[in-house]
């Protein structure tokens, strides 16, 4: 499955979970960019058994990104997420994996303490 569009989930302090859509096991990555989606950055990238439930974390208070999140918004960018629908937990972990040997996300490194 590909990704899907970036959808907007937080912005000026306003959270936006009603963009969700998937319940089953996904990929993901958050980033963040412009009001009008323009010039996003992918800063995160995980895996989930739920994508709604997961994404609600983000939206509502930040989760373990929520420093993180809530800096980037005082900042004046937008949160966004996209992500890819999995057969199973094992294979959104499996694509979760071969992301992170390609690309630097810059909060997945900053938690993992490189």
């Known amino acids: 499955m590909g990704w899907t569009r970036p959808r907007l989930i937080a912005a000026k ?4 979970p009603e963009r969700l859509d998937n319940d089953g096991p996904a990929c993901y990555e958050l980033g963040t960019g412009g009001p009008r989606g323009g010039s996003i950055q992918w800063h995160y990238v995980g895996e989930t058994t739920n994508e709604r439930s997961r994404i609600e974390c983000y939206a509502r208070n930040g989760s373990h990104l929520s420093k993180l999140i809530t800096w980037h918004l005082n900042q004046g960018w937008c ?36």
């Open 13 to 16: 302090g306003q959270w936006f």
């Open 79 to 114: 949160l966004y997420y996209r992500a890819s629908g999995c057969v199973s937990k094992i294979a959104a972990k499996q694509m979760q994996d071969n992301l992170l040997c390609r690309f630097k996300y810059d909060w997945n490194r900053m938690l993992n303490g490189d």
